[in-house]
DNA sequence: GTTCCGCATGAATCGATAG
DNA sequence: ACTATCGATTCATGCGGAA
């Protein structure tokens, strides 16, 4: 099954917009990668959902998304409870239990760690420098394109290939309790490494809109829009669909997903409540779709 | 209240000595620290318990805890659940929510990054580099001590926690140890900043034990203890104690807290099971006790 | 005194196979 | 069907001794 159209965004409510079958037919998302608006004590807060209220508000949100992706789709929730008197709040822990038995499986909690979080100083807590991604899936055996988010080797590499002993062509196995057994000589001459569970983004290689192909040392960005975070996206995308699929965003903001999976190929779909983030996220997607043809034009 | 004894390890059941009251009277221990032996779905393995009973199983204990935390004290609880049957296992996520019900305040989640996390390549996952450090106590209002895990300014990117700084012990080390005696007088020289809740430690601080001492033949630390990984029960002490309080470790392991609390002369307090295990520590304790008597001999 | 090199090891996980 | 065991796979870093 297909999405009635793809490389679309839609203005209203993810809530209802979602029930639409005809819009939304079952098993027809291959990757949902979206950072919710966060729990809010304070009433009339911007966009805010109540965090006594936050699981009851989700739930048939994440019903419907589990109808309509795809068997061997992804889910990628990136959130992050806030402090509320002197505590962190627990809605996230109750939402991981509450989908479970909504039949998601919880493979993985990947860690972004935030390096430049924002600043300030309590007397209880130190600055919030990570925020959780939770992948979620409908089947144990499920796409992951791993090859897609190869890192580079460390820099111990270079100097142990150069002088391999013996020992390093054979199997050696560990004399401890672990099973652990290596042999060097595989990884001779590898340039790339599988990453790890802790995400990690290098500020320099942020993208900037208006200015996509460049990066933040080139300060030609001034005159174009804001700046996109853009790598965590961009990671779970790479990391969990491939050319042509369908990426969605039921809470796209300013459109971030949408213009990842933009950049990468992928079909978007973007779903936003609020008309000033709608049309920002109209304008930055049109914005890299006129980049895009422009570049590809030249070729 | 005090505890009946400071600077001691009990060997038993800690779900047994610690409702002994005696032993353990109310609101008498500052700063509990423990990494309890994490849920393992497999039968008969070493200590296991099984995940479907973690929870119930760790209850009484916390109950206990609770009873005897001071009201300004603090307990963390590093902990990390496994998968299985290639899901995350949920039980760390029902235990924050049933101790909450017992009247644990959940303050903070820190992240415990793993830089060299064991190796291995899975079709559903990357490496897992981190744990949680869960942070509870009794009161909104407790202990903490943030200028003593000030971080020196430097580049962000290479930012990590030392735990441990200018005392006898180290300096002792560095004698035997030309790259730590560096490392310790250019961490000395730098101006510190406020950390944040991404730990991440140099590792180049871990101590052979064994070759603490100086001997006169061996110097090699194959024939000594094992590696104590000092850094993390360190940060929470120089954080949530200050001298001469009380530090608790109910699973204490090889006794890689109390050396811990030892090294930054709190009272240390541990509970072991496993009769290797309580040797080891014992063993580890008394050669710190031996060199820091010594050296305080010197001045 | 400094750099380089060999080696050990770190709370691992999955899937296939055997009982 | 369910459980136990085993093989395969994979990086990064510190320490100690040698150069």
Same mark, same amino acid.
């Given at each position: 099954m297909k999405p009635k159209e793809l490389n679309i965004i839609y203005k209203g409510d993810c809530s209802i917009l979602l029930a639409d079958k005809s819009l939304f037919p079952d098993k027809s998302i291959n990757l949902i990668v979206t950072s919710p608006p966060y729990a809010d004590k304070r009433k009339n807060s911007y966009q805010g959902v109540n965090s006594d209220k936050y699981v009851e508000w989700f739930l048939p949100i994440s019903d419907q998304l589990i109808r309509i992706l795809k068997d061997n789709g992804s889910f990628i929730l990136n959130i992050k409870e806030h402090p509320s008197n002197g505590e962190r709040e627990t809605y996230v822990l109750e939402l991981i239990l509450e989908m479970k038995k909504q039949g998601w499986f919880w493979i993985e909690e990947y860690c972004w760690y935030k390096k430049n979080s924002f600043p300030g100083k309590w007397p209880n807590r130190f600055r919030d420098s990570w925020e959780r991604c939770l992948h979620f899936t409908k089947k144990k055996d499920f796409a992951m394109y791993q090859d897609a988010v190869k890192v580079p080797i460390g820099d111990w590499a270079e100097k142990r290939f150069k002088s391999m002993s013996e020992n390093?062509?054979?199997?050696?196995? &560990?004399?401890?309790?672990?099973? #652990? @057994? +290596?042999?060097? &000589?595989?990884? #001779?001459?590898?340039?790339?490494? =599988? %990453?790890?569970?802790? #995400?990690?983004?290098?500020?320099?290689?942020?993208? =900037? !809109? @208006?200015?996509?192909?460049?990066?933040?040392?080139?300060? &030609?960005?001034?005159?174009?829009?804001?700046?996109?975070? !853009?790598?965590? %996206?961009?990671?779970?995308? +790479?990391?969990?669909?491939?050319?042509?699929?369908?990426? !969605?965003? %039921?809470? #796209? @903001? &300013? @459109?971030?997903?949408?213009?990842?999976a933009l950049l990468h190929k992928r079909k978007y779909i973007g779903i936003e409540l609020k008309t000033e983030y709608f049309s920002e996220a109209q304008k930055n997607i049109c914005e890299v779709e006129k980049i895009m043809k422009k570049n590809s034009n030249k070729i």
């Amino acid at each position: 099954m297909k999405p009635k159209e793809l490389n679309i965004i839609y203005k209203g409510d993810c809530s209802i917009l979602l029930a639409d079958k005809s819009l939304f037919p079952d098993k027809s998302i291959n990757l949902i990668v979206t950072s919710p608006p966060y729990a809010d004590k304070r009433k009339n807060s911007y966009q805010g959902v109540n965090s006594d209220k936050y699981v009851e508000w989700f739930l048939p949100i994440s019903d419907q998304l589990i109808r309509i992706l795809k068997d061997n789709g992804s889910f990628i929730l990136n959130i992050k409870e806030h402090p509320s008197n002197g505590e962190r709040e627990t809605y996230v822990l109750e939402l991981i239990l509450e989908m479970k038995k909504q039949g998601w499986f919880w493979i993985e909690e990947y860690c972004w760690y935030k390096k430049n979080s924002f600043p300030g100083k309590w007397p209880n807590r130190f600055r919030d420098s990570w925020e959780r991604c939770l992948h979620f899936t409908k089947k144990k055996d499920f796409a992951m394109y791993q090859d897609a988010v190869k890192v580079p080797i460390g820099d111990w590499a270079e100097k142990r290939f150069k002088s391999m002993s013996e020992n390093d062509f054979i199997r050696h196995i &560990s004399k401890n309790n672990t099973h #652990l @057994g +290596r042999n060097v &000589s595989n990884w #001779l001459n590898k340039k790339k490494v =599988y %990453p790890h569970n802790v #995400l990690v983004f290098e500020e320099e290689h942020r993208l =900037y !809109l @208006g200015n996509v192909v460049e990066t933040a040392a080139d300060t &030609s960005h001034k005159n174009h829009s804001a700046i996109f975070p !853009l790598e965590l %996206p961009t990671w779970f995308i +790479r990391l969990f669909s491939k050319e042509n699929d369908a990426v !969605l965003d %039921p809470f #796209l @903001g &300013s @459109g971030t997903t949408a213009v990842a999976a933009l950049l990468h190929k992928r079909k978007y779909i973007g779903i936003e409540l609020k008309t000033e983030y709608f049309s920002e996220a109209q304008k930055n997607i049109c914005e890299v779709e006129k980049i895009m043809k422009k570049n590809s034009n030249k070729i």
